[in-house]
């Protein structure tokens, strides 16, 4: 392959999805590491936590008290980042004024709610098998079903009669009723930010598009409008005929260490057709969807024997935008796990990262074919 | 004030000088921390170590030995992301076929040095007087102005006799002659990557410009374009009247808690006259952008009395470029701090922030008076 030289230089590499550029460094891990050290993932919890304020039956900071639920449980955060309602706010500096362009802002409402992936304390999706994530994936299309509009050209599909829970404590202003964007992920780990293990995710719902997904929309927006193709959907077939990135695949779906990614680990799981939003999978793809989601995090844990940490998130359709944006738009799932070397020593996208570029120490095809290699049984379940 | 109501709302607000948006959730800080806790900076250090690889006399991986020098000492790192020489590449995709568009890559060449900025193993900038800094402005600029080509708008202007040392090691393919960017950084802390106490920061020199600072001078230029003059400076003249983001300020500079500031108590060191990059400053200004960053970083410690870490980094003009692209630069210090609530809970920016947009939890306003009431001595210089 001629471009195996890429393993030995220092090189750049474009994320087409993005539009921006990666510095690669592969021969940088040789480096000796004495600096922080992260604590390994915990592993010994109880099945149930009487403190947990996400486990069933217990009580939250609002007073309400946790239904006994099985697998998921919705509600809205306690602290949320962004209000259904709340006092409106004109910038009260005039037109083309250096205050205008230099001091600009904008309100911004929504409403953010967690969602549990299991009533026990002790499991992460690693632990789960396909079919315990299904109904995860179902209740996420569910949570974004229900924020479409009527007039949404994915209005109906897969639709249930699932109302998400209403906020309570919101006060001042009109209340929103169409929210732009949807962000669905998960923090899991105390390395990036989390701060509760109970298995569990995130959603914030929007009056804008926010940075990450209106950049992503432009590409696949330019690259649909130049070659009359989509952009994820040739890159899944590409990625699968030359298969050096690939962790995984099945019928509908497959993993891979993109070509432009930035975490050691990173991952995407796209799938193979040309899929707009999660309304848009049939029964058998949602399971599917789960068996990804099952084999990415499994082969995780077992690359470092460890509670592997990452933030996880899922770019699809806007909730509101117009027929080209919504046609345009691919499903897809970013995995970004700090982990380097070890169960402790971690990437830190700092310094450099921060004021120059995005950089990373090993090839994401060594990456892939790590994660490849340790599939199969949980690393904490094997007997002796 | 009208814009007051953005201490109580949700809103975003817009960098100008990177064109994009940051989510603001003032309200966010009330809820409580289980998470992660960092460890508290070191303060007990020898000023001497004899393991240090960067204190005076002391042998480095490669076999060199450090000179037995006061201030500043430069040598090329020993694990250099981008090297000088290295084989060539040519991606072997034809044009426009779909592996050219979406496995784009080009080969990247660069240097990278280390520099000390004091002999004394304990101490950090926070720890040094403006007059000890100025030797560490004065090397930036030395290396800065070294590495311009002869016929750069810029070249000559505050030249020295100073000669960057050599790299050994690096072989195959031709050496590069002229580097397109030069980044001078600090990442300082175990929490921001650092591995290494004693105070040094990197210079990374290499054949692109990377993805930080070719968008700010996109906005640069389209501002100058527009405005007919430096977004930069009007900035600095509009926040040195607002008074209410200015964390401290001397004749020729003004530190701010940027209108659009990501990290809890992110701060910009602007010069309040047009200044292209280092070389363009005089005797005076030198030592006063020492003293600039000697109250950035004393306040940063006063803060939550501890050893502050931070990734800190100078942009300026390219050491390649067109005329334009000169002209429209103006040097400026980032500093990005990740802790937000005391010396142990830090901000984490995961989920959301990695898959959505940057979003912070106190308002920028609120930031700069804290850093402004917290000059004076440094507090571990206190008696009692
Ligand atoms: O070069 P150092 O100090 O060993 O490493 C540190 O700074 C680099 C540049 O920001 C980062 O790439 C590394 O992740 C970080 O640990
Ligand atoms: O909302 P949580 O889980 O308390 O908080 C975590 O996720 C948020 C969304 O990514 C981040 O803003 C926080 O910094 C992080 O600690």
């Given at each position: 392959m001629p471009e195996e030289i890429l393993n030995d230089i220092s090189h750049r590499r474009y994320n087409a999805l993005r539009g921006s550029w990666v510095l690669v460094s592969?021969?940088?891990?040789?480096r000796p590491w004495q600096g922080q050290q992260e604590k390994p993932?915990?592993?010994?919890?109880?099945?149930?936590?009487?403190?947990?304020?996400?486990?069933?039956?217990n009580q939250r900071a609002s007073g309400d008290t946790n239904p006994h639920y099985d697998s998921t449980f919705v509600f809205v955060n306690d602290?949320?980042?962004?209000?259904?309602?709340q006092d409106d706010y004109t910038s009260p500096n005039a037109q083309g004024s250096l205050e205008e362009m230099l001091l600009k802002a904008q309100p911004e409402k929504g409403k953010c709610y967690v969602l549990t992936?299991?009533?026990?304390?002790?499991?992460t999706l690693a632990d789960m098998s396909p079919s315990e994530i299904v109904p995860v994936v179902k209740m996420w299309t569910d949570i974004y079903s229900a924020h479409?509009?009527?007039?949404?050209?994915?209005?109906?599909?897969?639709?249930?009669?699932f109302v998400p829970p209403s906020s309570r404590g919101d006060h001042g202003g009109k209340k929103q009723d169409q929210y732009r964007y949807m962000q669905i992920f998960e923090n899991k780990g105390s390395a990036m930010?989390?701060?509760?293990?109970h298995p569990h995710g995130q959603i914030w719902t929007q009056t804008s598009l926010p940075e990450e997904p209106a950049a992503e929309l432009e590409q696949l927006k330019m690259y649909k409008r130049e070659r009359g193709t989509h952009l994820l959907v040739d890159y899944a077939k590409l990625e699968t005929e030359k298969e050096?990135?690939?962790v995984f695949q099945n019928e509908a779906f497959v993993v891979v260490c993109p070509?432009?990614?930035?975490?050691?680990f990173e991952v995407m799981i796209l799938p193979?057709?040309?899929?707009?939003?999660?309304?848009?999978?049939?029964e058998k793809e949602q399971a599917q969807l789960a068996e990804a989601f099952a084999e990415v995090t499994r082969r995780y844990d077992n690359l470092f024997e460890t509670s592997f940490p990452y933030s996880m998130g899922i770019h699809q359709?806007?909730?509101?935008?117009s027929e080209e944006e919504v046609e345009c738009s691919s499903l897809h799932i970013h995995f970004y796990p700090?982990?380097?070397?070890?169960?402790t020593v971690r990437k830190f996208l700092v310094g450099y990262e921060m004021l120059g570029e995005p950089q990373r120490d090993i090839t994401p095809e060594q990456a892939a074919a790590r994660l490849r290699n340790?599939?199969?049984?949980?690393y904490r379940n094997k007997i002796g």
């Open positions: 592969p021969h940088r891990t040789k993932g915990t592993i010994e919890l109880p099945q149930y936590d009487p403190k947990c304020y996400l486990c069933p039956g602290y949320s980042a962004v209000k259904e309602m992936f299991s009533k026990r304390h002790d499991l479409l509009s009527s007039t949404h050209a994915l209005a109906g599909l897969n639709k249930t009669d930010g989390c701060s509760n293990p050096e990135r690939v070509w432009w990614a930035t975490w050691p193979k057709r040309h899929v707009r939003a999660l309304v848009d999978l049939n359709a806007p909730l509101e935008g700090p982990l380097l070397r070890s169960a340790c599939g199969g049984e949980l």
